[in-house]
Each structure stands twice: as C-alpha cells, then as structure tokens.
C-alpha cells in the first residue's frame, strides 16, 4: 500500500519543526527514518499515521488524502507504535495485544477465535508467547516494547510505522524484530538510530532540523560526507570478508 | 486479572447477569424495609406484588404507602446515583488517564452545586430555571472552567499532561465549594442555609416519583452508552494517541463520554446533593473484582454503585436512631478507609 507525503510540514508555536517533506513509501518496503534527536522522526511518524494534522501539505494513503478517511479506516491500513507508551493499568501482556484488534471490532463483528489466533500468532511473532500472561507492570523495557510490535501486527494493517522499535531492545531481539518487519510483506518506515540497522533497509530518509536531506538506498545515502554533516561523526563502510555485508564503523571526529 | 475476577469470568453469561439482578433486587428489598420502622421483607414483596402486578394480597394500607410512595423511590433514587457515580468515575478514568478522576475531584459536582444554589437561592434565571438545569449547567460550566485550565497549564484530556487536570479540578472544585458558600451566606435565610447545607451533603428524603422518574432513564442510558463504548475506553489504555491509532475518534468519544458524565452527574447532583467518593472508591473496587476492561468493568462498577449507595442510604437511617444523616457523611466514612485499603492492596500486587 502506498504512502505519500507532499510538501509537509507542522508547526508548534513559532517553531518550525518539520517543513516540505515529500516522499513516497512504496509498496513493501522497509524505509528507515534517520537523524539526529530533535530532528523531527517522530513528529513525521505521527503526520504520516494522521495523530497530528499537517500545518502545511498533505499525506495521502493510496491516493487518498488521510484528512478525508475516517479515523476506523485509517487504523485498518496504517499501525503505528510509539517510541514511549505506558500504562499503570494491570493490564496483560495478552490484553494489550488484544487492543490491535479494535479496528476491526464491532456490535456486529465481535470478538471470535480469528481474533484469538491472531493475538496469538502476533505474540509469538515478537517472542513473547510464553510471557502472554504476565502482568504489565512486571514486563521489562524491551518485552513491553515487543508487546507493543506485536499490537502493531495484530492490528493487521498493510502500512507499519514504527518508532524506535529497537529501543530497549537486547541484540539479539533488535536482529530479529528487523528482520521480521523486512521479512513480513508489508510497507514499512522505520525510525532507527542504530546506522547498522539502516544498511538493512530498502530505502532510508535523512532528517535533519525538519526537513528531508537526502532518500534513497542506504549504500548510496550513507556517505562518510553525510554522515559528518548530519551525525557529526567519521563513519565508513567497511565489508564484511566472511560474507562481503556492508558494516558501518563510526568514531568520533577528532 | 485477580481471583473473584477469574471465578467471576467463568460464570456463563446468563447466569452473571441473573446474579448481577439478584444482588441488585436484595438491596433494594433491604433498602426498603430496614428504617425508622422495620417492615419485613416479605411485607415489602407482597406490597410490590400488590403495585405492580394487582396481586390485591391483604396488607395495611399505611405500610403499604410507605413502602411504594417513600422506601422504594429511595432505593430507586440511591441505586441510580450510584450506579451514574460509579460509571462517571469509570469514564473519566478511562479517558484523562488518571485514577485520581471521579466527578467530585473533577469539579463536576462543585459546579453543580454552585447551580442548585444559584437558581434556588440566589433566583438565577428568575423562576424560568429549575434547580435540576441549575446544576446540570453549573456541571458542565465548571468541566469546561477545569478542562481549559488544565490546557493552560500545558495539561491535555486524556494525554500527557495527567497531572494538570487533577490539579485544575482541585482549583476548579474549591472556587466553586467557594462560590456556593458565597451565594448561601449572602442570600440566603437561617432555614434556608439549614436545607441547603444538608442537600449539599447528600440529603435522600425529599425524594419522589417524579425524581424516579428522571433518575431511572438518565441512569440507564448513561450506563447503556458508556458500555456501548467499552472497546473504544479500553482503547485508551497507553493515551489517547494510541487510542486514535487504533482507530478510535478520540474526539468525538472524549466530548460524548465526557459530557454524558456530567449529565449524569449533574442530574444525580441535582436530586441528591454532592455525594463524594462513590464515583472515585466504586471503580477501584470493581477493577479488583473484574478486571481492568470495560465490558465487564462498567456493568460490574455500575452495580457495586448502586448497592453500595443503596446500603449507604440504610446506615444513614439507622447508625443515629430518630435521625437521618446525610448520605454523603456515610460514603466518605465508608469511603476513606475503603480507598486506603484499595491503595494499600494495590500496592501488595505490584
Ligand atoms: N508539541 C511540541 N511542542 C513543541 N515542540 C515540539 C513538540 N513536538 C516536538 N517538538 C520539537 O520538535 C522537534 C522534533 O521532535 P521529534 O520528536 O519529532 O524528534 P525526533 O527526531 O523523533 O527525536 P528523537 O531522536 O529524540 O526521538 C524537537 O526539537 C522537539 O522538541
Ligand atoms: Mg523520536
């Protein structure tokens, strides 16, 4: 499912915080969202999932503006996780997934055993299947931000906007959430930190103080120019001679 | 999910309901026939035989008016307010994101008082306005007063900024206590300072047919549309952009649910005075029971409502003999020691 952006931008007070970003995501994908902090990721998320309304421009969900889609539509296109969310309710693990079902739920359409399965399999998805169960509150960091992935799945949108999903995340569970968003045939974008983790991706976007630098295949993008410029950092790409993957090394710049 | 909550989910269907029914129905007989003088439940059950379906059984017509005309209004009256309480403190919740909310804290009942007495005392409207749409607008005035000072302090319903409404309700919820003690104190009698004062703590005696007749429907449909919305409240579990990302139209469900609770607050305000803690302990107390989602949460905080303020209304009547307290008294006495318990468990579970 495709998603466009045309000249957005969204502003607070007198703060610009992002301006024209156009860009299209296209079907199946996995587009990483780079940048500095501050340098508007999240804000570009929240636009693209429609939780904030564009100052300036327009997004549009297979060439229809998001503004004109009912909220209930959008939510069964477009899951989006955010980089923090909490909740003091003594909740499960089991019953937060359950609430990505809520776009398709209705007085006619209640809950039935598809629902179930699907909860299920979106808990095993992330690895979570054996702590279903457990009380919220006694989740660590990265098991509730895998909860909150497997929301995501449950809610079985083609568009997958995830924020930070690696935060929290030990190595081995940043690897495989990655690699399921890049294996499941969806359309996603991703805001990541880690400079490894976007050399995995299709295509990446570079932020910086709100508008788009630079889009395109992360060999391509990832410049030891563009990565002193908007990371303030020495980075080159090296290859892996076990395998000739393409790894990153970063140090600072003396 | 505790222990009643798993052998109350196990229960079937039908038959949760049938015992949700019989909880409720024993309360009410209890209501009824424990008071200055004690009729018998039986008498009270022939005597509703006789009203309702013609059964024609003999019984003393002076007890049998008390019953009808006085007892079961009562009842009625406290079950509905109960149970409105009850599920505003649920919404309210569920949507500012905040265990302390109830209508009482959030100011709602403040204002609604403060527009009892404005229309009774201080002939606000001129005669035009009854004390009911007295307190309902004074209701709602003072949600939006909160609601807008808590936005100006950088608070937003149902998102980041928690704290602020709390605050603002607080705020809200003195200068509107204030505003009323204003209006008393300057306009009104010894007589009338006397009535008021009583109402204001919660005063189920002067309560009719023609209140039942208003507090019944208002009560069920309040109930009726907020479990209408369980799915959406749940929804609100991590904010409310989580709730509008999964599909929720947070502003609509906000204003509709919002408002509803301070129309049901309002109406119960305006027939029995401000009556606290119900709206703040009932929802706590029923999460223990049933768990943290609104399907269930609503119909069981709806009727631990209204038992809980129909037992309430019976110690009223009874703790000081020859003498009726207000009932507002009894919940926040009950009330306290029950939310510290409430608190202290909590803490034990974490
Ligand atoms: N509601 C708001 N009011 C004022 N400023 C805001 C608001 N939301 C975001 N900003 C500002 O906009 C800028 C971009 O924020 P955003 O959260 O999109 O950054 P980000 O790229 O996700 O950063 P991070 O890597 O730290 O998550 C920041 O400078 C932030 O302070
Ligand atoms: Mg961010």
């Known amino acids: 499912m495709s998603l466009e952006t045309h000249a957005l931008g969204w502003t607070t007070g007198r703060t610009v915080v992002l301006q024209d970003i156009s860009l299209t995501v296209r079907p199946g994908e996995t587009l990483g969202l780079i940048g500095p902090n501050g340098s508007g990721k999240s804000t570009l998320l929240r636009l693209m999932a429609g939780l904030l309304r564009p100052s300036t421009g327009h997004v549009e969900l297979e060439g229809r503006p998001l503004a004109a889609l009912p909220r209930r539509e959008i939510a069964q296109r477009i899951a989006w996780v955010a980089q923090q969310a909490d909740t003091s309710d003594r909740i499960t693990a089991r019953d937060a997934v359950e609430l990505g079902r809520t776009p398709w739920l209705s007085a006619?359409?209640?809950?039935?055993?598809?629902?179930?399965?699907?909860?299920?399999?979106?808990?095993?998805?992330?690895?979570?299947?054996?702590?279903?169960?457990?009380?919220?509150?006694?989740?660590?960091?990265?098991?509730?931000?895998?909860?909150?992935?497997?929301?995501?799945?449950?809610?079985?949108?083609?568009?997958?906007?995830?924020?930070?999903?690696?935060?929290?995340?030990?190595?081995?569970?940043?690897?495989?959430i990655l690699?399921?968003?890049?294996?499941?045939?969806?359309?996603?974008?991703?805001a990541l930190h880690d400079l490894n983790h976007a050399l995995g991706c299709d295509r990446v976007a570079v932020l910086k103080a709100g508008r788009l630098l630079a889009l395109g295949p992360p060999r391509e993008i990832l410049t030891?120019?563009?990565?002193?410029?908007?990371?303030?950092?020495?980075?080159?790409?090296l290859t892996d001679p076990a395998d000739g993957a393409p790894v990153l090394r970063i140090h600072p710049i003396h | 999910m505790t222990e009643a909550a798993a052998r109350a989910s196990r229960l079937p269907r039908p038959s949760r309901a049938l015992l949700t029914c019989a909880v409720l129905a024993a309360a009410l007989v209890a209501g009824i026939?424990?008071?200055?003088?004690?009729?018998?439940?039986?008498?009270?059950?022939?005597?509703?035989?006789?009203?309702?379906?013609?059964?024609?059984?003999?019984?003393?017509?002076?007890?049998?008016?008390?019953?009808w005309n006085y007892r079961l209004t009562r009842a009625l009256v406290a079950a509905c307010c109960g149970a409105g309480l009850a599920v505003s403190g649920v919404v309210l919740q569920a949507l500012l994101r905040n265990p302390l909310a109830d209508p009482?804290?959030?100011?709602?009942?403040a204002g609604a008082s403060t527009g009892a007495v404005a229309v009774t005392i201080a002939g606000f409207g001129a005669g035009a306005l009854s004390l009911s749409m007295g307190a309902f607008g004074g209701a709602v005035l003072a949600f939006a007063l909160v609601a807008l000072l808590a936005r100006a302090a950088g608070g937003s319903v149902g998102g980041r900024g928690a704290v602020q409404i709390v605050l603002a309700g607080i705020a809200g919820s003195q200068l509107f206590n204030a505003l009323t003690s204003f209006i008393i104190t300057k306009s009104a009698n010894a007589d009338q300072a006397r009535g008021i004062m009583f109402w204001l703590l919660g005063n189920l005696s002067g309560v009719r047919w023609h209140d039942v007749a208003l507090a019944v429907p208002v009560a069920l449909a309040g109930v009726a549309l907020?479990?209408?919305?369980?799915?959406?409240?749940d929804a609100f579990t991590f904010g409310s952009d989580s709730a509008a990302a999964l599909g929720v139209p947070v502003r609509r469900v906000q204003a509709v649910l919002i408002g509803a609770s301070a129309l049901l607050t309002a109406v119960m305000v305006s027939m029995?005075?401000?009556?606290?803690?119900?709206?703040?302990?009932?929802?706590?107390?029923?999460?223990?029971?049933?768990?943290?989602?609104?399907?269930?949460?609503?119909?069981?905080?709806?009727?631990?409502?209204?038992?809980?303020?129909?037992?309430?209304?019976?110690?009223?009547?009874?703790?000081?003999?020859?003498?009726?307290?207000?009932?507002?008294?009894?919940?926040?006495?009950?009330?306290?020691?029950?939310?510290?318990?409430?608190?202290?468990?909590?803490?034990d579970r974490r």
């Open chain 1, 179 to 190: 690699s399921l968003v890049r294996r499941l045939p969806l359309t996603s974008v991703v």
């Open chain 2, 33 to 67: 026939s424990i008071g200055e003088t004690r009729i018998p439940p039986l008498t009270v059950l022939q005597a509703l035989a006789n009203r309702l379906f013609g059964a024609g059984l003999p019984l003393d017509p002076m007890d049998e008016g008390i019953i």
């Open chain 1, 108 to 176: 006619n359409d209640p809950w039935s055993p598809a629902d179930d399965a699907i909860v299920k399999g979106a808990l095993g998805d992330v690895g979570m299947g054996d702590l279903a169960a457990r009380q919220w509150c006694t989740l660590s960091g990265g098991e509730r931000q895998r909860v909150h992935i497997a929301r995501a799945l449950a809610q079985r949108a083609s568009v997958l906007l995830l924020d930070e999903p690696t935060n929290h995340l030990d190595v081995h569970h940043q690897l495989s």
């Open chain 2, 226 to 233: 907020c479990a209408a919305h369980a799915r959406a409240l």
């Open chain 2, 104 to 109: 009482y804290i959030m100011g709602i009942s």
């Open chain 1, 224 to 237: 030891p120019e563009l990565m002193r410029g908007v990371f303030d950092v020495c980075a080159h790409i």
């Open chain 2, 272 to 347: 029995v005075g401000s009556i606290g803690f119900v709206g703040l302990v009932i929802p706590h107390a029923a999460r223990l029971l049933v768990g943290v989602r609104h399907a269930r949460l609503i119909p069981a905080a709806a009727l631990s409502g209204a038992v809980f303020l129909v037992t309430a209304d019976i110690l009223s009547r009874v703790i000081v003999p020859g003498q009726v307290l207000p009932i507002g008294v009894i919940t926040a006495l009950v009330g306290a020691p029950a939310f510290a318990l409430i608190l202290i468990r909590g803490q």
